[in-house]
C-alpha cells in the first residue's frame, strides 16, 4: 500500500547557484576516466593495460572478491594512464576518448529470466549502478533483496531536477523498471516529491508502489525513505537506484550497448550561468567550465553536492553516480571576531545570527569550518536534522570507539556518510561524522562477512 510521508525533522540549505532549465550542449570530452575509490569497499583487478584500446562497455577492471562484477570504459579509445596511490592502490583510470565513439555490441532480451538479467548487467558493467543497504556498496548478484527502492528526487543544495532531466522519457523508464522488477520477490518502492507535482514519468510508472515523501532534506535520501517505509533490520538487505541508473538499464537491453550519457547540473555560487549539460559518466569537467564563465577568484570544484560531493581540479572528471558539478569559494580567508557581527550574510540553524528572519534567503558559501575540531559535547543538533528514529550522536561515539554491539544496537544498518552530512553540517565540535560513519560500516561489514 502507498504510503504518504511527512518529515518535519532536517534542514534546507539554500544557496545561489541553482541551475535553469535550460539544456546546453558541449564539445565531447578528451578524456575520461573511472575511479575505484567511487566504490565503497572495493579492491580492484585490473582487466587492461596503458596503450590498450577500448570499446564503451568493455571491462577495465573487475571487483578482485566477486569477479562477476565488471566495470566498463564508458568511451572508446586508448587505455592511457593508471594512476596508483600509496601501496599501489589504484586511484584512476584514464581513457583517451576517440571523436567517435564506438560500443561494444550486447544483445539481451528484455523477457529473459531473473538470472540472465543478471548475467546480463553484470556482463556489460553496468551492474554497478545497483547498490545495496546496508553498507551502501554495490549489490551482490548472489543476494535476493527484500525490496528495491528508486528516489525520483534529491533535496540536497542546489540537486538537479529529475522531473525535468525524465521529461518525455516515459517509456523507456518504464522500460527499466520493469526489468528492475524481476530482480526481487518483494516490492519495487518509487518514492516521489511529495512537496511539488511529480513528474508523469513517475507518477504514471506501472508495477510499483508509488510513495510520497514531503519535508526538508534529507527527505531524498534514500536511506531515510527505506527507514519510514521498510526499515533494514540485521541480516535484510534492500537494493536500490536512481532514475538515470534506470535509463541505462533501459538503453542496454534496447539498444544493446554500454550507454552511459547523463544529464548533468553545474551549479554554484561561483558559476555565473548555471544550467544542465548532457556529458558521459567521467567526463572531464574542463568543457563545461570553459564553456561557463567562472567567476575569478580560488574556487572549490566539486562532484556531486556541497554536503557529499568529491574535491576535484578545474579539469577534474565527474563521479561514477554523480549528477552534479558544484563550484563555490574555497574558505581561505579568516574572519577576524566574525562571531559578534549580526551574521545577515551568513547561514545558521540557531538563532544566533539574524539570517533566521529571512528563511527564504539564497547564500553565498564558502568552504570555511568557522571553528576547529573541539570537545564533543552533547547538543541535539544532530536529531533536530536527522529524521530517523535513532540516537545519532550515540551511534557516532560507538563508531569512534569500534563498539560493534553498541553499533549495531544504535542503527549502524539503516545509516550511511549521506544520512548523517547534515549532523556533520550544524555539529558544533565539527567532527568529521561522514568519516566516523564510514569507518563504522566497514568494520561492520568486515566482521559480517
Same mark, same amino acid.
Given at each position: 500500500? #502507498?504510503?504518504?510521508?511527512?518529515?518535519?525533522?532536517?534542514?534546507?540549505?539554500?544557496?545561489?547557484?541553482?541551475?535553469?532549465?535550460?539544456?546546453?550542449?558541449?564539445?565531447?570530452?578528451?578524456?575520461?576516466?573511472?575511479?575505484?575509490?567511487?566504490?565503497?569497499?572495493?579492491?580492484?583487478?585490473?582487466?587492461?593495460?596503458?596503450?590498450?584500446?577500448?570499446?564503451?562497455?568493455?571491462?577495465?577492471?573487475?571487483?578482485?572478491?566477486?569477479?562477476?562484477?565488471?566495470?566498463? #570504459?564508458?568511451?572508446?579509445?586508448?587505455?592511457?594512464?593508471?594512476?596508483?596511490?600509496?601501496?599501489?592502490?589504484?586511484?584512476?583510470?584514464?581513457?583517451?576518448?576517440? #571523436?567517435?565513439?564506438?560500443?561494444?555490441?550486447?544483445?539481451?532480451?528484455?523477457?529473459?529470466?531473473?538470472?540472465?538479467?543478471?548475467?546480463?548487467?553484470?556482463?556489460?558493467?553496468?551492474?554497478?549502478?545497483?547498490?545495496?543497504?546496508?553498507?551502501?556498496?554495490?549489490?551482490?548478484?548472489?543476494?535476493?533483496?527484500?525490496?528495491?527502492?528508486?528516489?525520483?528526487?534529491?533535496?540536497?543544495?542546489?540537486?538537479?531536477?529529475?522531473?525535468?532531466?525524465?521529461?518525455?522519457?516515459?517509456?523507456?523508464?518504464?522500460?527499466?523498471?520493469?526489468?528492475?522488477?524481476?530482480?526481487?520477490?518483494?516490492?519495487?518502492?518509487?518514492?516521489?516529491?511529495?512537496?511539488?507535482?511529480?513528474?508523469?514519468?513517475?507518477?504514471?510508472?506501472?508495477?510499483?508502489?508509488?510513495?510520497?515523501?514531503?519535508?526538508?532534506?534529507?527527505?531524498?535520501?534514500?536511506?531515510?525513505?527505506?527507514?519510514?517505509?521498510?526499515?533494514?533490520?540485521?541480516?535484510?538487505?534492500?537494493?536500490?537506484?536512481?532514475?538515470?541508473?534506470?535509463?541505462?538499464?533501459?538503453?542496454?537491453?534496447?539498444?544493446?550497448?554500454?550507454?552511459?550519457?547523463?544529464?548533468?547540473?553545474?551549479?554554484?555560487?561561483?558559476?555565473?550561468?548555471?544550467?544542465?549539460?548532457?556529458?558521459?559518466?567521467?567526463?572531464?569537467?574542463?568543457?563545461?567550465?570553459?564553456?561557463?564563465?567562472?567567476?575569478?577568484?580560488?574556487?572549490?570544484?566539486?562532484?556531486?553536492?556541497?554536503?557529499?560531493?568529491?574535491?576535484?581540479?578545474?579539469?577534474?572528471?565527474?563521479?561514477?553516480?554523480?549528477?552534479?558539478?558544484?563550484?563555490?569559494?574555497?574558505?581561505?580567508?579568516?574572519?577576524?571576531?566574525?562571531?559578534?557581527?549580526?551574521?545577515?550574510?551568513?547561514?545558521?540553524?540557531?538563532?544566533?545570527?539574524?539570517?533566521?528572519?529571512?528563511?527564504?534567503?539564497?547564500?553565498?558559501?564558502?568552504?570555511?569550518?568557522?571553528?576547529?575540531?573541539?570537545?564533543?559535547?552533547?547538543?541535539?543538533?544532530?536529531?533536530?536534522?536527522?529524521?530517523?528514529?535513532?540516537?545519532?550522536?550515540?551511534?557516532?561515539?560507538?563508531?569512534?570507539?569500534?563498539?560493534?554491539?553498541?553499533?549495531?544496537?544504535?542503527?549502524?544498518?539503516?545509516?550511511?556518510?549521506?544520512?548523517?552530512?547534515?549532523?556533520?553540517?550544524?555539529?558544533?565540535?565539527?567532527?568529521?561524522?561522514?568519516?566516523?560513519?564510514?569507518?563504522?560500516?566497514?568494520?561492520?561489514?568486515?566482521?559480517?562477512?
Amino acid at each position: 500500500m #502507498s504510503k504518504d510521508i511527512r518529515l518535519k525533522k532536517g534542514l534546507n540549505i539554500h544557496l545561489l547557484g541553482e541551475a535553469d532549465k535550460v539544456y546546453a550542449s558541449i564539445p565531447q570530452s578528451k578524456t575520461f576516466s573511472l575511479k575505484p575509490t567511487d566504490f565503497h569497499s572495493l579492491v580492484p583487478r585490473m582487466k587492461v593495460k596503458e596503450g590498450d584500446k577500448v570499446k564503451a562497455g568493455s571491462c577495465l577492471f573487475i571487483d578482485k572478491y566477486n569477479e562477476k562484477i565488471r566495470f566498463s #570504459s564508458p568511451v572508446s579509445g586508448s587505455v592511457t594512464e593508471i594512476i596508483r596511490g600509496a601501496k599501489r592502490r589504484i586511484m584512476e583510470v584514464k581513457v583517451c576518448a576517440e #571523436s567517435e565513439i564506438s560500443y561494444k555490441n550486447f544483445s539481451f532480451d528484455i523477457n529473459s529470466s531473473r538470472e540472465k538479467i543478471k548475467d546480463a548487467l553484470l556482463e556489460s558493467g553496468v551492474w554497478p549502478f545497483i547498490r545495496q543497504k546496508p553498507f551502501d556498496t554495490i549489490a551482490n548478484p548472489s543476494d535476493n533483496p527484500k525490496a528495491i527502492f528508486i528516489s525520483t528526487f534529491d533535496t540536497a543544495p542546489l540537486a538537479p531536477d529529475n522531473d525535468f532531466i525524465l521529461h518525455g522519457l516515459d517509456g523507456m523508464f518504464q522500460k527499466g523498471v520493469d526489468i528492475i522488477k524481476k530482480l526481487t520477490d518483494g516490492k519495487v518502492h518509487l518514492n516521489v516529491d511529495g512537496n511539488t507535482n511529480p513528474s508523469k514519468v513517475f507518477t504514471d510508472c506501472k508495477g510499483v508502489e508509488i510513495n510520497k515523501i514531503s519535508g526538508p532534506h534529507p527527505a531524498g535520501n534514500v536511506g531515510v525513505q527505506i527507514h519510514h517505509i521498510d526499515p533494514i533490520n540485521k541480516g535484510d538487505i534492500v537494493w536500490y537506484l536512481y532514475p538515470q541508473d534506470i535509463l541505462t538499464i533501459a538503453k542496454l537491453f534496447t539498444e544493446g550497448r554500454y550507454d552511459v550519457s547523463r544529464m548533468v547540473a553545474l551549479t554554484g555560487s561561483q558559476v555565473e550561468r548555471p544550467r544542465y549539460y548532457r556529458t558521459i559518466s567521467g567526463a572531464s569537467i574542463s568543457n563545461m567550465i570553459f564553456e561557463n564563465s567562472i567567476i575569478n577568484g580560488n574556487n572549490r570544484f566539486i562532484s556531486g553536492n556541497v554536503l557529499t560531493g568529491t574535491k576535484i581540479s578545474s579539469d577534474g572528471n565527474i563521479g561514477f553516480y554523480d549528477t552534479q558539478i558544484t563550484v563555490i569559494p574555497e574558505g581561505d580567508k579568516q574572519e577576524f571576531l566574525g562571531w559578534i557581527a549580526p551574521g545577515l550574510q551568513k547561514f545558521s540553524m540557531s538563532k544566533s545570527y539574524f539570517s533566521w528572519l529571512t528563511p527564504k534567503k539564497k547564500y553565498h558559501l564558502n568552504t570555511n569550518y568557522n571553528g576547529e575540531e573541539r570537545a564533543y559535547v552533547v547538543t541535539g543538533q544532530y536529531e533536530k536534522v536527522l529524521p530517523m528514529d535513532i540516537y545519532p550522536m550515540q551511534l557516532v561515539k560507538a563508531c569512534m570507539i569500534h563498539d560493534i554491539d553498541a553499533m549495531e544496537q544504535l542503527g549502524i544498518y539503516e545509516v550511511s556518510e549521506e544520512d548523517m552530512a547534515l549532523c556533520e553540517f550544524v555539529c558544533t565540535s565539527k567532527m568529521e561524522v561522514q568519516n566516523i560513519i564510514r569507518e563504522g560500516l566497514d568494520l561492520v561489514k568486515k566482521e559480517c562477512s
